[in-house]
């Protein structure tokens, strides 16, 4: 079990934590619940209720083209990524600016592990400063905290 410190925290970042391994979190304001799946599914279901859920996948996406290794691989998963979230009228279009989207369509053809950095970090900043601070006030929220202090007895919330 991970400790809150190796968490990803909006604003800092632990090299040496993965969404399914942190399962502890020591602080619930500003951590990012993507990196515990019931938080992660919780987060989403709220997203979906506000029709914006392509920010989470979107992010989830990147994350995994990161870690692709194989350059076929890249390609490929590059491609899908440019069609579901980026390019005009994608089915998932995101919400970003026209620079980022351009350079983006620019350097699709030979994509390299940082091609959507740009636009993940617009994404990130999007749902830290306004989608996850109205997902902590949400009854989708308090019934994921509920279930954990039910379920885990208060052990995910040290504090509460």
Avoid at 68 to 80: C, D, G, R
Wanted: proline share 4%; hydrophobic share 40%; charged share 30%.
């Amino acid at each position: 079990m991970l400790d809150a410190d190796k968490c990803k925290v909006f604003g800092t970042e632990s090299s040496n934590a993965h969404p399914v391994q942190c399962t502890h979190l020591g602080r619930v304001t500003g951590v990012f619940l993507m990196y515990l799946p019931a938080g992660l599914d919780a987060f989403r279901t709220f997203l979906k209720s506000e029709f914006s859920e392509e920010n989470v996948e979107f992010w989830l996406a990147c994350e995994d083209f990161k870690k692709t290794e194989s350059a076929e691989k890249l390609v490929s998963k590059a491609k899908v990524i440019y069609s579901e979230f980026i390019e005009a009228d994608a089915p998932k279009e995101i919400n970003i600016d026209f620079s980022t989207r351009d350079l983006i369509s620019k350097n699709i053809a030979e994509p390299t592990r940082k091609c959507f950095d740009e636009a993940q970090k617009l994404i990130y900043s999007l749902m830290a400063k306004d989608s996850f601070p109205r997902f902590l006030k949400s009854e989708i929220y308090k019934e994921l905290v509920h279930s954990r202090q039910v379920g885990n007895h208060k052990k995910w919330l040290p504090f509460l």
